[in-house]
């Protein structure tokens, strides 16, 4: 069964830093593309961090410069380091795989910025 189980999330001040993780199971993990996505109320969800297979990356212009992607391989986790937390930055983060063509989404963790 295919899994993405994220944690990390929580609620910090603006300023802080909050680091996302999120385990996937090993039949997924490495493939095409491992990212963060979020979704604010009432918003459509967005792209916040990909990683390409080859290890690209990409970011969403609000969050160059403050967030970072990585993953480990030995522990089939990637991760979203956040650092410099805006109140806009306030949303459920969902862990994403894209393998063969098929999407896999894990079930969101909140995080909230207070100001």
């Known amino acids: 069964q295919v899994q993405l189980v994220e944690s990390g999330g929580g609620l910090v001040q603006a300023g802080g830093s909050l680091k996302l993780s999120c385990a996937v199971s090993?039949?997924?993990?490495?493939?095409?593309?491992m990212g963060w996505y979020r979704q604010c109320p009432g918003k459509q969800r967005e792209l916040v961090a990909v990683m390409i297979a080859g290890g690209s990356t990409n970011y969403a212009d609000s969050v160059k410069g403050r967030f970072t992607i990585s993953r480990d391989n030995a522990k089939s986790t990637l991760y979203l380091q956040m650092n410099s937390l805006k109140p806009e930055d306030t949303a459920v983060y969902y862990c994403?795989?894209?393998?063969?063509?098929?999407?896999?989404w894990g079930q969101g963790t909140q995080v909230t910025v207070s100001s």
């Open positions: 994403a795989a894209m393998k063969n063509l098929g999407w896999y």
């Open positions: 090993e039949t997924i993990f490495g493939g095409n593309l």
